[in-house]
């Protein structure tokens, strides 16, 4: 007898939206002017922001006639996406396109106008800012590179599929978007400094422990990841509507000059409920340091900045003379300084921050020991994490690490922390990355700490080495377990034989302990 056909269970809301996405990509890439996903994903993440907006709106807008408040659309028939992009047999082709990319084109209700992008550069937000100011920045460094618009139309009327309305695929929808930056980072090569491990994010956040009420600056905030972590950290925090106003208005800022990135982090807190996010689209840098006065400075800082880069030498101008260099990481350490909020009342310990930096910042000299020297004399840098190779694979195995200050006052201890590598294994890999558990150890460690065979402390007098006029030589962070292999190597051979036969007289004493126990002799 034949066998029954089983029936297959209904899709789950995830599945249905992987759906659409991958048709959605399946379909960009038969389009010729598409050469790769860092085209694909702008034009989807273009495409997706708008639909979102619009779901939004909508909702908003069924709230305030319930309410019997006016509401104002940030964007205006024709151009919101249920006019030209949702509705039945709507515009495709080279009208589409001409709509789309064109300063003048004829608009989906037959008058002629600013073309779709050129109309949302130019919107402007009522005093103080509002979405449409977003928007605006969103689209000014955007092109659609699509070249066929039956293609473009059947990617929109996929994406029409999306509702943003209901909780449950707004959630979905954020994992998968985050699923997406991930693909990015993995075809952006080079340009992976933008995004770090979210494990690595997630522990920072953990330890410094951000509380609503508080501002909480990414001055170089790549897609997110911090803020969009932080934001998850404050939500439970929530319980009044004066709360829920509180993280909406008052704590999340971030910085992103590039584009691409600039778009990715706007949707990117949208989807995770930030209405409108403040994302300063300029470089952080450009701000003279001796400017920086109290109302800019903030409570906590959550980044990590790009390193290997250089700056212009604009940009070199805002920065003490003797602190002036090229490379982007030690000017944006100087920032991040300067921006921590004084001590005060109701924090002993002023700002604070959790910053990542290449292995090179903490043993380089020159201009790199200057830069620590005022961090030690000034700030309280209490902890260092030092992370195994691989964790910011495949863009590069160096070792990076986590710094922890505030401004409670000048270092006094410096506590070190190594994450070691997984059992059996030299370092993380692409394919075998970093978990969340891996840091387990060191939260528990975090509150009660002690020196152990993964953690140690240094005094920060004893990093800064001066000549005999008084001339900093050095600021050398690099700062080796004592407990591991490797530090042992490098010991002089006197000190590894007096170090060993101290460890023998403490075992020989501990047995002759044991023995005269054994024989009945009391000591």
Same mark, same amino acid.
């Given at each position: 007898?034949?066998?029954?056909?089983?029936?297959?269970?209904? #899709?789950?809301t995830?599945?249905q939206?992987?759906?659409?996405?991958?048709?959605?990509?399946?379909?960009?890439?038969?389009?010729?002017?598409?050469?790769?996903?860092?085209?694909?994903?702008?034009?989807?993440?273009?495409?997706?922001?708008?639909?979102?907006?619009?779901?939004?709106?909508?909702?908003r807008?069924?709230?305030?006639?319930? $309410?019997?408040?006016?509401?104002?659309?940030?964007?205006?028939?024709?151009?919101?996406? /249920?006019?030209?992009?949702?509705?039945?047999?709507?515009i495709?082709?080279?009208e589409?396109?001409?709509?789309?990319?064109?300063?003048?084109?004829?608009?989906?209700?037959?008058?002629?106008?600013?073309?779709?992008?050129?109309?949302?550069?130019?919107?402007?937000?009522?005093?103080?800012?509002?979405?449409?100011?977003?928007?605006?920045?969103?689209?000014?460094?955007?092109q659609?590179? #699509?070249?066929?618009?039956?293609l473009?139309?059947?990617?929109?009327?996929?994406?029409?599929?999306?509702?943003?309305?209901?909780? $449950?695929? #707004?959630?979905?929808?954020?994992?998968?978007?985050?699923?997406?930056?991930?693909e990015?980072?993995?075809?952006?090569?080079d340009?992976?400094?933008?995004?770090?491990?979210?494990?690595?994010?997630?522990f920072m956040v $953990?330890?410094?422990?951000?509380?609503?009420?508080?501002?909480?600056?990414?001055?170089?905030?790549?897609?997110?990841?911090?803020?969009?972590?932080?934001?998850?950290?404050?939500?439970?925090?929530?319980?009044?509507?004066?709360?829920?106003?509180?993280?909406?208005?008052?704590?999340?800022?971030?910085?992103?000059?590039?584009?691409?990135?600039y778009?990715?982090?706007?949707m990117?807190?949208?989807l995770?409920?930030?209405?409108?996010p403040?994302?300063?689209?300029?470089?952080?840098?450009?701000?003279?340091? /001796?400017?920086?006065?109290?109302?800019?400075?903030?409570?906590?800082?959550?980044?990590?900045?790009?390193?290997?880069?250089?700056?212009?030498?604009?940009?070199?101008?805002?920065?003490?003379?003797?602190?002036?260099?090229?490379?982007?990481?030690?000017?944006?350490?100087?920032?991040?300084?300067?921006?921590?909020?004084r001590?005060?009342?109701?924090?002993?310990? =002023?700002?604070?921050?959790?910053?990542v930096?290449?292995?090179?910042?903490?043993?380089?000299?020159?201009?790199?020991?200057?830069?620590?020297?005022?961090?030690?004399?000034?700030?309280?840098?209490?902890?260092?994490?030092?992370?195994?190779e691989g964790?910011?694979?495949?863009?590069?195995d160096?070792?990076?690490?986590?710094?922890?200050?505030?401004?409670?006052?000048?270092?006094?201890?410096?506590?070190?922390?190594?994450?070691?590598?997984?059992?059996?294994?030299?370092?993380?890999?692409?394919?075998?990355?970093?978990?969340?558990?891996?840091?387990?150890?060191?939260?528990a460690?975090?509150?009660?700490?002690?020196?152990?065979?993964?953690a140690?402390?240094?005094?920060?007098?004893?990093?800064?080495?001066?000549?005999?006029?008084?001339?900093?030589?050095?600021?050398?962070?690099?700062?080796?377990?004592?407990?591991?292999? $490797?530090?042992?190597?490098?010991?002089?051979?006197?000190?590894?034989?007096?170090? #060993?036969?101290?460890?023998?007289?403490?075992?020989?004493?501990?047995?002759?302990e044991? =023995?005269?126990?054994?024989?009945?002799?009391?000591?």
């Open positions: 007898m034949p066998r029954k056909k089983t029936a297959e269970p209904p #899709m789950t995830a599945q939206l992987a759906g659409i996405v991958k048709s959605a990509r399946q379909t960009m890439r038969k389009d010729k002017g598409l050469s790769g996903e860092l085209d694909r994903l702008p034009i989807l993440t273009w495409v997706m922001f708008l639909k979102f907006l619009d779901d939004l709106e909508q909702r807008e069924t709230e305030a006639v319930l $309410e019997g408040k006016t509401f104002r659309s940030a964007i205006e028939p024709p151009y919101r996406w /249920r006019d030209w992009a949702a509705a039945e047999g709507g495709t082709g080279d589409l396109i001409a709509f789309i990319n064109q300063e003048r084109a004829i608009l989906p209700d037959g008058r002629e106008g600013p073309g779709l992008f050129a109309y949302l550069r130019n919107l402007q937000g009522a005093a103080g800012g509002d979405r449409r100011d977003v928007i605006a920045t969103v689209f000014m460094g955007l659609n590179r #699509m070249l066929n618009g039956y473009l139309r059947d990617v929109i009327d996929k994406i029409d599929g999306i509702h943003f309305n209901s909780s $449950e695929e #707004m959630h979905t929808l954020s994992r998968l978007y985050e699923t997406m930056l991930r990015m980072r993995d075809a952006a090569g340009s992976g400094e933008f995004y770090t491990p979210r494990p690595v994010v997630r $953990e330890v410094t422990d951000p509380r609503l009420g508080e501002t909480i600056l990414d001055p170089a905030c790549g897609t997110g990841g911090f803020l969009v972590e932080a934001m998850r950290h404050l939500e439970p925090q929530c319980r009044t509507v004066e709360d829920r106003a509180t993280l909406q208005n008052n704590s999340l800022y971030g910085g992103e000059a590039k584009p691409l990135p778009l990715l982090v706007q990117n807190l949208l995770h409920g930030l209405e409108y403040r994302i300063d689209p300029q470089n952080s840098l450009r701000f003279p340091l /001796r400017e920086i006065g109290d109302r800019d400075r903030v409570d906590l800082i959550l980044t990590n900045p790009p390193f290997g880069g250089e700056e212009e030498k604009g940009i070199l101008g805002n920065f003490p003379e003797d602190l002036r260099t090229a490379e982007t990481a030690l000017l944006f350490l100087q920032l991040i300084m300067r921006k921590l909020k001590p005060g009342p109701g924090s002993d310990q =002023g700002g604070r921050a959790a910053v930096v290449p292995n090179g910042t903490l043993f380089a000299d020159g201009i790199a020991a200057r830069v620590k020297e005022d961090l030690l004399k000034h700030y309280n840098l209490h902890t260092i994490v030092r992370l195994p964790v910011f694979a495949p863009y590069t160096i070792p990076a690490n986590l710094l922890f200050f505030d401004r409670s006052g000048p270092t006094g201890d410096i506590w070190f922390h190594q994450i070691p590598p997984p059992e059996g294994r030299k370092k993380y890999t692409k394919t075998k990355p970093m978990e969340y558990t891996e840091f387990d150890a060191c939260l460690w975090w509150n009660r700490r002690a020196e152990n065979a993964q140690w402390k240094i005094r920060a007098a004893d990093v800064l080495k001066y000549d005999q006029t008084g001339k900093l030589l050095s600021a050398n962070l690099d700062i080796k377990n004592p407990n591991s292999l $490797e530090s042992l190597e490098h010991r002089p051979p006197e000190e590894l034989i007096a170090d #060993m036969l101290e460890k023998e007289r403490r075992v020989m004493g501990v047995m002759e044991i =023995g005269r126990r054994l024989a009945g002799v009391t000591p």
